[in-house]
């Protein structure tokens, strides 16, 4: 609901705010006073498109704000979740243009654009006036307003075609795949078979490095091993000597008092660990293949494993592991054509189940429209469009415009003339009668709408009488669901009005002039609803016609 708007600045309008009610709420005055503007200003607080025109002469800016307070989980409230911004039970919408065109949008203080301020303002606030008008115009509500007449959920469509879209992507991403293995087939089996052949093992190629390092230095090995053996084998084995120069020692031992004891341990010692030595060297000498052609077939199994791994583009120790992927991809690429045709049996069955949802939602919308129809059609001949019909269009969309919503397509259209085809009702109806038409409509789906606040810019517009009665009735039994604000020359209305605000011209004192509003009192409302009966010369008899206005309003 709107609670109040806050206008500085806007042409005629230097400084104005308004407090809201709900209910139905009139505003009058002579024409050319300033109504417009209002509406302009709320409009600039809902998103409109701006103009540096608006801004009051000599002011350096305009600035508009609108106070909502936020119905239980409004849409409004689940887009400012979406946007991360703050959330409260009362929403702010500024919008602030200066002298030289530019304009910023604010949200609870924070700023947004223009574009979020228009979404957000187009949940709260519908205006229906002869130029303009936001909501039911526009085609792409219809569905979604025909759905909340009907109380129809579809829920159940959505999540079907959500099904049948993931089953599409699958088997699309399943053919492409089966498609890149089968361009690829030959690459496969080729690789796998030359992998198969060359068996590689993690930690083959460290290993034969330091073959080839050993092969590579062999001579130099052997002759090294050589110098050794010989070293420990010529004149005497090394072994003999220490022995021997041991048992020399242990036979005078005992007169030495215990001085040449760590002499015969260290020579016992040396004797063990030459002997452990030569026979150590005679093993590795005998285990070492230093032939050269061990060397070609060493060298040869290392060159062959890093070329295959260049050719993979993997580290030789992942060797063994790409032979097992491919060769996975080529286990898959055989049972492929089985797993796709599972897929697109999938698929298919996905798409039934959506259609069959889509077609029981379209069932339903059909047997709704006979009600709307009729219900809107009933409403028509006392707003004066006794001519005029109704109906709405359901068509079936073209499958490349199927969605969540099913696949209906859904408008609604009116023919203001017998003879004539209907159409679109922002191209058929005028002005006055476009409002008639919003206001029957409005009041037929007035407990499913999510918008809170109407409102109509002269929908009375060439009717008077028991016509202009009826919409004011019609008015009142909207605004029994939603607040209702009116622009309104025609006394009957303004008579059904709540509260009434009175829009007049006045002298700033310094040469121009300046718009006020006023909230009447009871005596005051009377005086003006006098005046729009008998125009400038206020009779007893205006006055009199008023008071029987206004106590019809009550009855």
Same mark, same amino acid.
């Given at each position: 609901?709107?609670?109040?708007?806050?206008?500085?600045?806007?042409?005629?309008?230097?400084r104005?705010?308004?407090?809201?009610?709900?209910g139905?709420?009139?505003?009058?005055?002579?024409?050319?006073?300033?109504?417009?503007?209002? #509406?302009?200003?709320?409009?600039l607080? =809902?998103?409109?498109?701006?103009?540096?025109?608006?801004?009051?002469?000599?002011?350096?800016?305009l600035?508009?704000?609108?106070e909502?307070?936020?119905?239980?989980?409004?849409?409004?409230g689940?887009?400012?979740?979406?946007q991360?911004l %703050?959330t %409260?039970?009362? #929403?702010?919408?500024?919008?602030i243009?200066?002298? @030289?065109?530019?304009?910023?949008?604010?949200?609870?203080?924070?700023?947004?654009?223009?574009a979020?301020?228009?979404?957000?303002?187009?949940?709260?606030?519908?205006i229906?006036?002869q130029?303009?008008?936001?909501?039911?115009l526009?085609?792409?509500?219809?569905?979604?307003?025909?759905?909340?007449?009907?109380?129809?959920?579809?829920?159940?469509?959505?999540a079907?075609?959500?099904?049948?879209r993931?089953a599409?992507?699958?088997?699309? %991403?399943?053919?492409a795949?089966?498609?890149?293995?089968?361009?690829e087939?030959?690459?496969?089996?080729?690789?796998v078979?030359?992998?198969?052949l060359?068996?590689?093992?993690?930690?083959?190629e460290?290993?034969?490095?330091?073959?080839?390092?050993?092969?590579?230095?062999?001579?130099?090995?052997i002759?090294?091993?050589?110098?050794?053996?010989?070293a420990?084998?010529?004149?005497?084995?090394?072994?003999?000597?220490?022995?021997?120069a041991?048992?020399a020692?242990?036979?005078?031992a005992?007169?030495?008092?215990?001085?040449?004891?760590?002499?015969?341990?260290?020579?016992?010692?040396?004797?063990?660990e030459?002997a452990?030595?030569?026979?150590?060297?005679?093993?590795?000498?005998?285990s070492l @293949?230093?032939?050269?052609?061990a060397?070609?077939?060493?060298?040869?199994?290392?060159?062959?494993?890093?070329?295959?791994?260049?050719?993979?583009?993997?580290?030789?120790?992942?060797?063994?592991?790409?032979? @097992?992927? =491919?060769a996975e991809?080529?286990?898959?690429l055989?049972?492929g054509g089985?797993?796709?045709t599972?897929?697109?049996?999938?698929?298919?069955?996905?798409r039934?189940?959506?259609?069959?949802a889509?077609a029981a939602?379209?069932? %339903?919308?059909?047997?709704?429209?006979?009600r709307?129809?009729?219900?809107?059609?009933?409403?028509?001949?006392?707003?004066?469009?006794?001519?005029?019909?109704?109906?709405?269009?359901?068509?079936?969309?073209?499958?490349e415009?199927?969605?969540?919503?099913?696949?209906?397509?859904?408008?609604f259209?009116?023919?203001?003339?017998?003879?004539?085809?209907?159409?679109?009702?922002?191209?058929?109806?005028?002005?006055?009668?476009?409002?008639?038409?919003?206001l029957?409509l409005?009041?037929?789906?007035?407990?499913?709408?999510?918008v809170?606040?109407?409102?109509? @810019?002269?929908?009375?517009?060439?009717?008077?009488?028991?016509?202009?009665?009826?919409?004011?009735?019609r008015?009142?039994?909207?605004?029994?669901?939603?607040?209702?604000l009116?622009?309104?020359?025609?006394?009957?209305v303004?008579?059904?009005?709540?509260?009434?605000w009175?829009?007049?011209?006045?002298?700033?004192?310094?040469?121009?002039t300046?718009?006020?509003?006023?909230?009447?009192?009871?005596?005051?409302?009377?005086?003006?609803i006098?005046?729009?009966?008998?125009?400038?010369?206020?009779t007893?008899?205006?006055?009199?016609?008023?008071?029987s206005?206004?106590?019809?309003?009550?009855?």
């Amino acid at each position: 609901m709107l609670l109040g708007l806050s206008i500085r600045d806007v042409v005629l309008i230097d400084r104005l705010d308004i407090a809201f009610q709900s209910g139905l709420s009139v505003l009058t005055g002579e024409t050319g006073a300033g109504k417009s503007i209002l #509406l302009d200003s709320l409009g600039l607080a =809902l998103g409109a498109r701006s103009e540096s025109g608006l801004v009051r002469p000599g002011a350096a800016q305009l600035s508009v704000t609108a106070e909502f307070l936020l119905p239980p989980d409004h849409p409004a409230g689940r887009l400012l979740a979406e946007q991360a911004l %703050a959330t %409260a039970d009362s #929403l702010m919408l500024r919008r602030i243009v200066g002298a @030289d065109g530019r304009s910023r949008a604010f949200v609870n203080d924070q700023p947004v654009s223009v574009a979020l301020l228009r979404r957000l303002g187009d949940s709260l606030v519908e205006i229906h006036g002869q130029f303009e008008s936001h909501g039911l115009l526009d085609p792409a509500t219809h569905r979604t307003v025909l759905d909340a007449f009907a109380d129809l959920d579809p829920a159940p469509a959505a999540a079907a075609w959500q099904a049948w879209r993931a089953a599409i992507a699958g088997h699309r %991403a399943a053919e492409a795949t089966l498609a890149k293995a089968r361009s690829e087939e030959d690459f496969l089996r080729h690789a796998v078979e030359e992998l198969n052949l060359l068996d590689p093992r993690p930690g083959e190629e460290a290993a034969l490095s330091a073959q080839r390092s050993i092969l590579m230095h062999g001579e130099q090995l052997i002759e090294g091993m050589n110098a050794a053996l010989q070293a420990l084998t010529a004149k005497g084995e090394v072994e003999t000597a220490l022995q021997s120069a041991g048992r020399a020692l242990q036979r005078v031992a005992d007169k030495a008092e215990g001085r040449l004891d760590p002499v015969i341990a260290a020579l016992d010692r040396a004797a063990i660990e030459t002997a452990e030595a030569r026979n150590l060297l005679e093993k590795v000498s005998s285990s070492l @293949d230093l032939d050269p052609a061990a060397l070609n077939t060493v060298e040869e199994r290392l060159f062959a494993l890093r070329a295959a791994a260049r050719r993979h583009a993997v580290e030789v120790d992942a060797l063994a592991a790409r032979r @097992d992927a =491919l060769a996975e991809e080529l286990r898959a690429l055989d049972a492929g054509g089985d797993g796709v045709t599972r897929l697109a049996a999938a698929e298919k069955a996905a798409r039934t189940a959506y259609t069959e949802a889509a077609a029981a939602l379209s069932r %339903a919308r059909h047997a709704a429209v006979r009600r709307l129809d009729q219900g809107v059609a009933a409403e028509l001949p006392p707003l004066k469009l006794e001519k005029a019909s109704f109906r709405t269009r359901i068509e079936t969309l073209p499958e490349e415009q199927w969605g969540e919503a099913g696949i209906d397509g859904v408008a609604f259209e009116v023919a203001t003339n017998p003879g004539l085809p209907p159409g679109p009702l922002a191209k058929i109806a005028s002005g006055g009668e476009l409002a008639r038409f919003m206001l029957a409509l409005k009041v037929v789906l007035a407990r499913t709408s999510p918008v809170p606040s109407i409102v109509f @810019d002269e929908v009375d517009s060439g009717i008077g009488g028991a016509v202009a009665a009826a919409v004011g009735e019609r008015l009142v039994r909207l605004a029994g669901d939603l607040q209702v604000l009116v622009v309104t020359h025609s006394p009957q209305v303004a008579a059904r009005g709540i509260h009434h605000w009175h829009v007049a011209k006045r002298e700033d004192g310094n040469g121009g002039t300046i718009t006020r509003v006023a909230a009447l009192t009871a005596a005051e409302r009377r005086e003006e609803i006098a005046r729009m009966l008998a125009g400038a010369q206020v009779t007893d008899q205006a006055r009199a016609a008023a008071d029987s206005l206004l106590a019809a309003a009550l009855a």
